[in-house]
């Protein structure tokens, strides 16, 4: 076996392990910081586009039931609407990308994403539950990226991107093509597009199955 196809049979496998043992702990509180993680980037996504085409943000608010709300007027609705779990997507494809890059400093990005974080619930963030999780989640990033090493640091990067993605379909499959009738994002952009909260849900989850296959064959490619 030459020094690339094991690279690339332990890159299989460490996908393998990741995604079975995601499975396994999907509903217990080990991978529950990581989803209201998730939901917090699909209520950012949202308030960065309504503010890019001319929107304000007024607040976001997150519960502990996964779910969240980001109250955001102006701007492009149809775009704002259209952000959050593409939005998702994106944070995680791009935070799956800086993991593999050899030359991103790892520790780097996890402390600056858990300023970020820190910062965004501050000035936006006003549930409760949104203020605590928010503050203890940036905290514990930034302390990450201080005590951890650098390999640990791009494993939790990766563990952030990964989560983020698959959770993005997820999220479409069960709030938007499982539960149509739901007051999601689907379901107000069919309410301002009259196209059905169906097909926009098909578009969204094949837009990110697509993405995150290829992704897959990067990351792969790369090993």
Known sequence: MTDSTGR??????????????????????VVYPLKIFVVLLHEVSHAMVAVATGGSIQRIVLDPYQGGACYCPGGSAFLTLSAGYLGSLGWGAALTEAARAKRVPSKAVVGLIGGLVVALTALFVRSTFGVVFGIAFGIALTVAS????AGLNRTLLLTLGLTSSLYAILDIKSDVLDRPNLESDAH????????PTVAWGALWITVALAATFV?????YRKA
Do not use: E, H
Request: glycine share 8%; proline share 3%; hydrophobic share 60%.
């Open 215 to 219: 992704l897959f064959r990067r990351a």
């Open 146 to 149: 201080r005590r951890l090493s």
């Open 8 to 29: 690339k049979v332990r890159f299989l496998a460490g996908f393998a392990l990741y995604f079975g043992v995601l499975w396994l702990l999907w509903d217990t509180p």
């Open 188 to 195: 107000m952009l069919a309410q301002l597009t009259g196209v």
